[in-house]
């Protein structure tokens, strides 16, 4: 892993802190994928198409 990957890996994991534990990430891909999918849910849940 870079000096790159590993800051942007610590910045991640101090976003995603509160959604799941950033230990269970391969890597920062993973995260990255993660941090969308959980924004499009957002999205779709303030637009309407998602019921809560």
Do not use: Q, V, W, Y
């Not at 891909?29 to 309407?48: F, V, Y």
């Amino acid at each position: 892993m870079t000096e790159r990957d590993r800051k942007l890996h610590e910045i991640l994991s101090h976003i995603i802190l509160d959604i799941d534990h950033p230990e269970e990430f391969k890597d920062t891909d993973e995260m990255l994928e993660c941090i969308r999918n959980r924004a499009s849910t957002s999205k779709e849940i303030i637009e309407g198409k998602i019921k809560i």
